[in-house]
């Protein structure tokens, strides 16, 4: 089963039943959708909640909690709702600061796994009102949470751009750390990285297990050239079948709780 760890719900005229239609052309099974809330033009967490509750054999549904703006209580009422995962990004401070620490005990209580954004982020007309900074959102701030929280599984979106190195360490380091590496595929960061940059940042043995798959779409178009992008920057790694059958959907299901 191919799963989709990163994908984002737009507010976009038929996204939903064009998502569908394209996912099985594309060969994703099922495909988690989340917000990054409605400055970067996505829909709410009650409609992503309405998404997999409609489709459940297809649609995971992660949720929105913004860390220091929405209560820690929120996480509680995620889980009661059906989301099997929490997304986050641009929190009021740096993921470490300890006044998250009552949000993460709840998501670790749960057993939920977090795609934290990691890295620069996109820029919204919010920036300085939310004063928002990529630099609250370094790898090296979750490093504190991952020691902290052992049984919380993180997931640092990006690789970190361009703090590579940082996610990649954590990633060998802390058996709860994983990594995605979605990013733009008409030109981010990955458009320059070559078959070597992988094999430096994941030289160790076992490292692929840490690696999810994602496509981080933002659009319903986007879905089919950001799997194609992947499976092309995958193909020159030669990596055996089995370690790609967990990069494309065997640790994310693992993680997520899913019967596959």
Known sequence: MVIDFHAHYPRQEGFLPKLLEEMPRVGIDRICLCSAGENFGHVTNREVRESFERYPDRITGLALVRLGIDPPEMVDECV?????????????????????????????????????????????????????????????RLDAVARSFPGMNIVAAHLGVPWYEEASMLARMHPNFYVDLTGAWWGGWRVNKGPDFYRYHFFWPGAWSKVLFGTDILRVEELEPSKLFHDRMLEPLELDSEILAMVYGGTAARLLKLQI
């Open 80 to 140: 009661r709702q059906g989301f099997r995962g929490i997304k986050t990004t641009n929190p009021t401070a740096s993921y470490d600061d300890p006044s998250f620490f009552q949000y993460y005990e709840r998501i670790e209580h749960h057993g939920l796994p977090v795609l934290f954004h990691t890295g620069i982020v996109m820029r919204t007309p919010a920036d300085r009102e939310l004063q928002v900074s990529s630099s609250k959102m370094r790898p090296i």
